[in-house]
C-alpha cells in the first residue's frame, strides 16, 4: 500500500489543523493506522492509532484530548484533527500502515510510511 500524507502547515498556537493520508489499494480496511511525528533532531514518535474498523484508537498522552484520529475506509483515508496546537507540536507528520496489529504504538510494527507533512505552531 501506498501512503500520501497532506494537510501539513503554519498555525498559531491554540489554533487547528487536520491532517490526511490517502492510501492507495484495496485491502487500506485491513490495516491498523498510526499517526507519528519527528521533530527536529528527535525520534519519531508515536501519536495516534485506529484500528482497521475503526472502533478502537489510542492516543499518546501528549496529545490525548486535543488531537482525534478517525478514517474512511471508503474513501481509503485516515484523518488527524488536531486542536490547542501548541509549539511542541512542531514536527514533520507521517502516517503510516500495519497489517498485523489491532493496532500499535511501537513503530516498528509499521510496514508501510508516507512521506510525511510538515506541521508548525508559532507561539
Known amino acids: 500500500v501506498q501512503l500520501q500524507a497532506s494537510g501539513g502547515g503554519l498555525v498559531q498556537a491554540g489554533g487547528s489543523l487536520r491532517l490526511s493520508c490517502a492510501a492507495s489499494?484495496?485491502?487500506?480496511?485491513?490495516?491498523?493506522m498510526g499517526w507519528f511525528r519527528q521533530a527536529p533532531g528527535k525520534e519519531r514518535e508515536f501519536v495516534a492509532a485506529?484500528?482497521?474498523?475503526?472502533?478502537?484508537?489510542y492516543y499518546a498522552d501528549s496529545v490525548k484530548g486535543r488531537f482525534t484520529i478517525s478514517r474512511d475506509n471508503a474513501k481509503n483515508t485516515v484523518y488527524l484533527q488536531m486542536n490547542s496546537l501548541k509549539p511542541e507540536d512542531t514536527a514533520v507528520y507521517y502516517c503510516?500502515?500495519?497489517?498485523?496489529?489491532?493496532?500499535?504504538?511501537?513503530?516498528?510494527?509499521?510496514?508501510?510510511w508516507g512521506q510525511g507533512t510538515l506541521v508548525t505552531v508559532s507561539s
Open positions: 485506529i484500528s482497521w474498523s475503526g472502533g478502537s484508537t
Open positions: 489499494g484495496r485491502t487500506f480496511s485491513s490495516y491498523a
Open positions: 503510516a500502515a500495519d497489517s498485523s496489529s489491532w493496532y500499535s504504538q511501537i513503530l516498528l510494527d509499521y510496514e508501510y
